[in-house]
């Protein structure tokens, strides 16, 4: 009997193994195939690491170890997220400076991530906070500048009076900041905007070539929401001025019967003499603008308006008089802030039109506008409409856009959801914007020679209560020269968001030392792609969107040679708390990493979370799963009791180590990993049940269950006298395609529909072999003797039905 199998030295010891050895250093070698596998890279919270974690990082690893066993040079990089809000507020509030938090916080996640044996390259980590990364992060804002994709703009902020700092759109989920649930209120501020809306195009036509999951691809397009139709101008009667309005229905412009601006519009200023109820709207402004944009365009919320007396717009295709409403559900943000309202074919518009008893006048059959919109724009034709009668909606379009252009009084006209990218944030723990403000010359970006601009030492990280970001109380870093002039001038004192750091840290990884460039073209040429990308499903749309714009960017300076940084992204399922809920502090129901490792081994916790569930899918913790496969392991290691000698697959085994081979492989590039798991345990129950495993075999075994376990099957690889480990050897089997059948089947023999025999024959026999041989059958024979054979038929391999009379 050999020693039980002890995990936790075992790991202990390869782990040590692989770090004095860096054995997963990744270098160049440019005669070999690269594959570069991507993990987000965490936020070293103060929490530690989460076993959810592990669930992405395993998946990738399990992909990584089996490519370098195929001979590929695979690069798989971790680093650290480590600017962010979590860490500056536990500085605040326990007086410690966030470097500190973060060098302690990187220290333990450090030490837990190599507790669970990942292939990491550790020479190539990158701590976004480290002066010799946001030096290029700080290098690419610079470039954005130069090139007219950063300016600065009044903007009002989403502003979360708790955190007290500005939030992007995104940032805020139902009118309430993400992070702490406070209503978030807006404030007028000088902000930092990227021009993420110049790519707008790029971003949604470029997703062609890539293989992303389909449901990640249409929230990047839903995100940038690119939407086709016209603008046009409709006329203010005895007036010179004109509404511009956007839609993509031109089709139904006869079925306009008001029009509606946004409260905010400038038109209600330009004609407030005009206007006879200007008090009326005034006052509705006032209301509307106590709401947020979501209340403001939430679908099933009671419509609310005031129409504006004394003045009528006029439709420019049917030469109607219309009258124009001011409403809160049209946004000054989108479009030109003004519709043409067709209530028959627009929801939003039908139950305005509803509530204040417009016209409602029906353009496009096919439904029924007694009961609601018919909004199909697929079917139906237009009626009511004198030029256009009998028109399918598409061409519909098409010959309004054709009038109009002709008119002069619009053109077609895409739109995009897609907004430019609010870049400040007020806070210290963040990259600061490089920027130097001077009375004569404006904004210009610090000499690049001085980069990093490094965050100065404070003895006080709180933001300021008027909402300015806390190195303005610095004097000595706000003070400077001015880069044009050298006259006096000051810096910009916001930093950026967390965002920036890791739009481009999958190009630092390739070349994490360089300090001429942020990445050498040489790296760049070799290593780009990212060829599989993996990530959760949360705050994915954005950083894809923003690191895909920075990367887009990057291609056109020639600083990258592809087009796209990602070739292809996946997503996992989170791991829920034992009792189906989102794990968390205040649940009770978190399971700590750290206890499972010294509690069954890595090797268990990887296998557990790679088998227990379908890789998309969220699957609850299970501490029976778990010691599950901790039994399994168990299994593996003593299969060393039953081995025998040999140095080929033997004959009755060979057929399933084929399928084996055939199935791991297969199942690990298609992220199933918990099928080939599966497999591997099939295979383990046929040596058992045959009480015998030969060398081969048993090494065969241990090259496919290394990607999942790799310290126990790197021990049992030396045990069984293997100097070199597995690790990076060329070694991963190739199946046999002539072995993956059995070489004899065994055949039910029907008579009239009911089995009566069996017969094992070898796989090729023909027809008549197979009916010869069924009739010899002692069962068989009783019911077919005597009587007449009308028909037999032979489904090869799989049944022979004898039919008689
Ligand atoms: C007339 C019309 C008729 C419309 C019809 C729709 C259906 P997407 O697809 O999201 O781009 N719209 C335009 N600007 C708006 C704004 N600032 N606030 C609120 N709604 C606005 O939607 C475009 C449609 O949304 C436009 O087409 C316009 O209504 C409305 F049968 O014009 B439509």
């Excluded at 570069?36 to 959810?52: D, I, K, N, R, T």
């Excluded at 507020?89 to 966030?98: C, D, E, L, S």
């Excluded at 439709?315 to 124009?324: L, V, Y």
């Excluded at 058992?688 to 310290?711: M, R, S, V, W």
Aim: aromatic residues 10%; negative net charge.
């Amino acid at each position: 009997m050999v020693q039980r199998y002890n995990p936790n030295h075992i790991e202990e010891k390869w782990q040590k193994i692989w770090d004095e050895e860096k054995t997963f250093k990744t270098t160049m070698d440019k005669s070999k195939k690269k594959f570069y596998a991507l993990v987000e890279f965490p936020y070293p919270s103060g929490q530690g690491l989460h076993v959810g974690h592990p669930r992405s990082y395993t998946a990738l690893d399990v992909v990584s170890r089996k490519r370098r066993m195929q001979d590929e040079v695979v690069l798989y990089p971790m680093g650290f997220d480590a600017f962010g809000l979590p860490t500056e507020n536990y500085a605040i509030k326990n007086k410690i400076h966030p470097r500190i938090v973060t060098e302690n916080n990187i220290a333990n996640f450090t030490k837990q991530l190599k507790s669970l044996g990942f292939s990491f390259d550790w020479d190539r980590v990158v701590d976004t906070t480290d002066p010799n990364y946001y030096k290029w992060t700080q290098w690419i804002f610079i470039q954005l500048f130069k090139h007219g994709l950063a300016y600065k703009k009044e903007f009002p902020i989403n502003w979360c009076p708790s955190c007290k700092v500005g939030l992007s759109n995104e940032e805020v989920v139902n009118g309430r900041c993400e992070r702490c649930g406070t209503p978030v209120e807006h404030k007028i501020r000088n902000q930092w905007m990227l021009k993420i809306t110049e790519y707008a195009d790029r971003l949604i036509d470029d997703l062609a070539e890539v293989d992303y999951l389909d449901h990640i691809k249409q929230q990047q397009i839903n995100w940038i929401g690119r939407s086709f139709g016209a603008e046009i101008d409709f006329a203010i009667k005895d007036h010179d001025k004109s509404l511009k309005i956007f839609t993509t229905r031109p089709d139904t412009i006869y079925g306009a019967t008001y029009m509606v601006i946004a409260p905010e519009h400038p038109i209600i200023e330009e004609l407030k003499m005009e206007i006879k109820n200007i008090e009326k709207i005034e006052e509705y402004k006032d209301f509307a603008n106590k709401k947020s944009d979501f209340e403001r365009s939430e679908m099933n919320k009671d419509k609310t308006g005031v129409e504006l007396e004394g003045i009528k717009a006029i439709n420019p295709i049917s030469g109607e008089e219309m009258p124009i409403w001011v409403s809160d559900y049209v946004m000054i943000t989108y479009g030109t802030g003004a519709i043409m309202a067709v209530p028959a074919h627009d929801e939003r518009d039908y139950e305005f039109a509803k509530k204040f008893n417009l016209p409602i006048r029906e353009v496009v059959a096919g439904g029924n506008i007694e009961k609601e919109a018919f909004t199909n724009t697929e079917t139906g034709t237009l009626i009511n409409s004198d030029l256009i009668n009998g028109l399918e909606v598409e061409d519909a379009k098409k010959k309004i856009i054709e009038i109009i252009e002709e008119k002069g009084i619009g053109h077609a006209k895409k739109n995009f959801k897609l907004r430019d990218w609010v870049f400040s944030r007020q806070r210290y723990w963040g990259e600061p914007i490089p920027m130097v403000y001077c009375e004569e010359h404006g904004w210009n970006p610090v000499d690049e020679e001085e980069l990093p601009l490094k965050l100065p030492e404070v003895e006080n990280y709180e933001p300021t209560d008027d909402g300015s970001s806390p190195l303005s109380t610095i004097e000595s870093f706000v003070n400077t020269t001015c880069p044009v002039c050298g006259g006096p001038a000051h810096r910009e004192t916001d930093t950026m968001p967390q965002w920036a750091g890791s739009s481009w840290y999958y190009l630092r990884y390739m070349d994490p030392d360089n300090d001429k460039a942020l990445v050498g073209k040489d790296e760049a040429e070799f290593f780009s792609p990212v060829d599989w990308y993996n990530g959760g499903n949360e705050h994915t749309t954005l950083h894809l969107l923003y690191s895909r714009f920075w990367h887009k960017f990057l291609y056109d300076l020639g600083v990258v040679p592809t087009k796209e940084p990602y070739m292809k992204r996946t997503s996992h399922g989170m791991i829920l708390g034992e009792n189906g809920e989102k794990m968390s502090k205040s649940r009770g129901n978190v399971v700590n990493p750290d206890e499972i490792v010294a509690n069954y081994g890595a090797d268990t916790l990887r296998t557990y979370e790679m088998f227990i569930s379908e890789f998309d899918k969220s699957v609850p913790w299970s501490d029976q799963a778990l010691s599950g496969v901790r039994k399994y392991l168990d299994r593996v290691w003593r299969l060393q009791d039953i081995l025998v000698e040999g140095n080929e697959h033997s004959k009755d085994m060979e057929v399933l180590v084929n399928q084996t081979i055939k199935k791991v492989s297969d199942d690990i590039e298609a992220l199933k990993f918990n099928t080939a798991i599966s497999q591997l345990m099939i295979l383990l129950n046929s040596f058992t049940d045959k009480g015998q495993i030969n060398k081969k075999e048993y090494e065969t075994y241990l090259i496919l269950l290394n990607p999942f376990a790799p310290h126990i099957t790197e021990e049992l690889w030396e045990t069984l006298g293997n100097k070199v480990q597995l690790a990076n050897q060329n070694i991963w089997p190739i199946f046999d395609e002539t072995k993956l059948l059995e070489d004899t089947v065994l055949i039910p023999v029907q008579v009239n529909g009911k089995v009566r025999g069996k017969i094992t024959v070898p796989r090729d026999t023909d027809k008549d072999e197979i009916i010869r041989l069924s009739q010899e059958e002692e069962n068989v024979k009783l019911f077919i003797e005597g009587k007449e054979v009308v028909k037999v038929i032979y489904v090869p391999g799989k049944i022979l039905n004898i039919v008689v009379k």
